[in-house]
């Protein structure tokens, strides 16, 4: 009771909303330890799950560490919370975890080279510094750590390529705090467009957590040829939207036409039909070939029948057709009218699965986003040769 009440004093002399009657929730610390009340002077691994509410004279959970340790040393860097080594168990241990009291969110960090427990730990101009301790002896080890920051800068690499249609291109996101210091285990979301024209790109976004070195990296291809505007940042909070102070970067991808592939000949006779995506029938024919000398020769005409979307494709220029080496599959792209105006880029994918063409497939994609879906003819023939 004497040592219960001198505490209430002390505690009660702090200008912080505390009263003589507050206590820890834990019988010995709030951050490190508990005394066992039936084990003497034991004590056993607690986690700093409480926090006092300044003039509030109340404790409200926090977020558990994820290790749980006693005779841990703990400081603030850059208002971050750093809990360094400890012991739990028989085991002495080097673990660093870090705590943002804004996102009531734990971090593994780079681990002391000296493990130890019972250690001196303070913050200096934003530099952590753990001093002595105990490993089955006294220790003299000082280290110092450097936190590192928020994400503040994130460059893409590289920032233009030209690729042709079919290949696949990959861009890296470097993401390093404000002292260039790379930041890893940092979520970068990725985002390709707009495009000019649209490039129906595949997959049109995605994400990675970034490495020991900072970086992660997002890999996608392009059916159709034009330019993409690659855009990334870095998700700091986890939230999955971009928001003000995240870091961000762009990119710019070009993708050509592919290479002809010489001699290859493409017929679609007897009048070839599907039902598009968009539930409308459509009707196609047309062929193209490619001359030894890679000159490309041909037409191709596409009619949406509606309701949904009726439209008439007619081609004004093949500008390249390619072949599998067994000639099943073969596609090709040109520019065409749309119901007799503009001039748009298109591209039909055939397959040729035997005669009689009951296992064929078409399908065609156009500048403006129409899709049709690669899908088997109702009637027609594809022939690859």
């Given at each position: 009771?004497?040592?219960?009440?001198a505490?209430?004093?002390?505690?009660?002399?702090?200008?912080?909303?505390?009263?003589?009657?507050?206590?820890?929730?834990?019988?010995?610390?709030?951050?490190?330890?508990?005394?066992?009340p039936?084990?003497?002077?034991?004590?056993?691994?607690s986690?700093?799950?409480?926090?006092?509410?300044?003039?509030?004279?109340?404790?409200?959970?926090?977020?558990?560490?994820?290790t749980?340790?006693?005779?841990?040393?703990?400081?603030?860097?850059?208002?971050?919370l750093?809990?360094?080594?400890?012991?739990?168990?028989?085991?002495?241990l080097?673990?660093?975890?870090?705590?943002?009291?804004v996102?009531?969110?734990?971090?593994?960090?780079?681990?002391?080279?000296?493990?130890?427990?019972?250690?001196?730990?303070?913050?200096?101009?934003?530099?952590?510094?753990?001093?002595?301790?105990?490993?089955r002896?006294p220790?003299?080890?000082?280290?110092?750590?450097?936190?590192?920051?928020?994400?503040?800068?994130?460059?893409l690499?590289p920032?233009?390529?030209?690729?042709?249609v079919?290949t696949?291109?990959?861009?890296?996101?470097?993401?390093?705090?404000?002292s260039?210091?790379?930041?890893?285990?940092?979520?970068?979301?990725?985002?390709?467009?707009?495009?000019?024209?649209?490039t129906?790109?595949?997959?049109?976004?995605?994400?990675?957590?970034?490495?020991?070195?900072?970086?992660?990296?997002?890999?996608?291809?392009?059916?159709?040829?034009?330019?993409?505007v690659?855009?990334?940042?870095?998700?700091?909070?986890?939230?999955?939207?971009?928001?003000?102070?995240?870091?961000?970067?762009?990119?710019?991808?070009?993708?050509?036409?592919?290479?002809?592939?010489?001699?290859c000949?493409?017929?679609?006779?007897?009048?070839?039909?599907?039902?598009?995506?968009?539930?409308?029938r459509?009707?196609?024919?047309?062929?193209?070939?490619?001359l030894?000398?890679?000159?490309?020769?041909?037409?191709q005409?596409?009619?949406?029948?509606?309701?949904?979307?009726?439209?008439?494709?007619?081609?004004?220029?093949?500008?390249?057709?390619?072949?599998?080496?067994?000639?099943?599959?073969?596609?090709?792209?040109?520019?065409?009218?749309?119901?007799?105006?503009?001039?748009?880029?298109?591209?039909?994918?055939?397959?040729?699965?035997?005669?009689?063409?009951?296992?064929?497939?078409?399908?065609?994609?156009?500048?403006?986003?129409?899709?049709?879906g690669?899908?088997?003819?109702?009637?027609?023939?594809?022939?690859?040769?």
């Amino acid at each position: 009771m004497k040592q219960r009440a001198a505490l209430s004093r002390r505690v009660g002399a702090i200008p912080l909303g505390w009263r003589a009657t507050l206590f820890l929730p834990v019988t010995l610390c709030a951050i490190s330890c508990e005394r066992l009340p039936t084990s003497g002077n034991k004590v056993a691994p607690s986690r700093p799950d409480f926090a006092v509410v300044p003039g509030s004279g109340s404790w409200t959970t926090k977020a558990p560490m994820p290790t749980a340790r006693y005779g841990l040393g703990v400081a603030a860097v850059n208002g971050i919370l750093y809990a360094v080594g400890g012991v739990s168990g028989s085991a002495i241990l080097a673990t660093v975890e870090a705590y943002d009291p804004v996102t009531n969110t734990w971090t593994p960090q780079a681990p002391m080279p000296t493990a130890r427990g019972y250690l001196g730990v303070d913050g200096i101009i934003g530099t952590l510094y753990a001093v002595g301790g105990f490993n089955r002896g006294p220790s003299a080890a000082n280290e110092a750590f450097t936190p590192l920051g928020p994400p503040a800068t994130l460059t893409l690499t590289p920032l233009t390529a030209l690729n042709p249609v079919g290949t696949q291109h990959c861009v890296t996101a470097t993401v390093q705090d404000a002292s260039s210091n790379p930041v890893p285990a940092v979520t970068v979301r990725f985002s390709v467009g707009p495009s000019v024209p649209t490039t129906f790109p595949t997959p049109p976004h995605g994400s990675g957590t970034t490495d020991a070195n900072g970086q992660a990296t997002f890999c996608y291809t392009a059916s159709l040829p034009g330019t993409d505007v690659i855009h990334a940042f870095a998700d700091a909070n986890g939230d999955g939207t971009e928001e003000t102070g995240e870091p961000s970067g762009d990119a710019e991808k070009t993708w050509t036409l592919p290479a002809s592939t010489p001699l290859c000949a493409v017929t679609i006779t007897d009048g070839g039909w599907i039902i598009a995506n968009n539930t409308d029938r459509a009707n196609f024919g047309g062929n193209a070939k490619v001359l030894a000398d890679l000159t490309v020769q041909g037409q191709q005409n596409y009619q949406d029948q509606g309701p949904v979307q009726a439209m008439t494709v007619h081609s004004t220029a093949i500008t390249a057709t390619t072949c599998t080496q067994d000639r099943t599959t073969a596609s090709i792209f040109g520019k065409a009218t749309i119901d007799g105006a503009g001039s748009y880029v298109f591209r039909i994918d055939v397959t040729d699965g035997g005669a009689g063409g009951s296992n064929d497939t078409y399908g065609i994609m156009l500048e403006t986003g129409y899709m049709s879906g690669q899908h088997q003819l109702g009637g027609g023939n594809v022939t690859i040769h």
